[in-house]
């Protein structure tokens, strides 16, 4: 085994009893394939109400390649990454979610390209079954949106599977803002990417945990993370709209003074009031956003607490050295 490379499979994992024995047969038969390769399997229980975590105990009874990180509630999944980042010990880490919707057999495939010198090997969806046409819609929409006005490129169509170079690790555990759009930092953190296409299959058991709020929710960060145009669109609105209500004062002063005004007009006053409240108030949502990412970050709170790591209740007294828990 000495000389041999590592590499590590992250799995966030959040109620995922009903798929955990397929996902981890499914996995060993990839690993079989691979003999030249060390392998550490590292679920992240992220605050599972169900048998997750018992069903994730009993797999590393029966094989020392599991390893776990139980965190002490639910984080959330962008959350959950970087904590298993922070723990996972290989020289490459893939991420994959429990679902089965991303297939364990493009494994080889991806550390074929690693070891020909890519650091980041993404899988890109070439389909996606499963999912209603909404969902696929307001996705393609929202990746197009957000190349158009993000700074750095992001990978339409593309989830968090994929494969990530220690050095690529090491970048991210440097990122510690407390909302989290990972996606789109696999972009900024730069390093020679590469692509491969599949097709999703639909979840292997289980629901989703993305409802449309989620989604909805996610993509603000998204937004808000990698840009500053709504600032700079509200702004712009703010400058259109001004320049409109001066030209239209200018001609109603004009209009009154050369040819007098009988009646008063209600309903333009009206509308021009309402126009100009909704505008106001659009670019006081946008604002907020911003100032809220800005109050929690000032906070400088621990990204998340461990509970327990392979069965060692963790003292959480250092969270910036969590990762330098000894490893059994």
Partial sequence: MIGKKKVTILVPAYNEED??????????????????????????????????????????????????????????????????????????????????QDPPELIPEMIHYWENGYDDVYAKRNSRS????????????????????????????TGDFRLLDRRCVDALRQLRETQRYTKGMFSWIGFNKKEILFDRDPRAAGETKWNYFKLFDLAIEGITSFTTTPLRISALFGCIVSFCAFIYMIWIIAKTMLFGEPVA??????????FLGGIQLISLGILGEYIGRIFNETKNRPLYFVDEYNNVKINNFDTNKLQAVSKE
């Fill in 19 to 100: 798929v955990l024995q397929q996902l981890y047969s499914r996995l060993i038969n990839v690993f079989n394939t691979l003999p030249l390769y060390k392998f550490e399997l590292l679920f992240i229980n992220d605050g599972s109400t169900d048998e997750t975590l018992p069903k994730i105990k009993l797999l590393r009874e029966m094989d020392n390649r599991v390893s776990y990180v139980n965190l002490s509630r639910n984080f959330g999944k962008e959350t959950a990454m970087i904590a298993g980042l922070d723990y996972a010990e290989g020289d490459a880490v893939i991420i994959i979610d429990a679902d089965l």
């Fill in 130 to 157: 499963g999912e209603t046409w909404i969902k696929k819609t307001t996705a393609t929409a929202f990746y197009r949106l957000l190349e158009k006005v993000a700074r750095v490129p992001i990978q339409r169509d």
């Fill in 265 to 274: 007009g209600y309903p333009s006053l009206m509308t021009v009031i309402l």
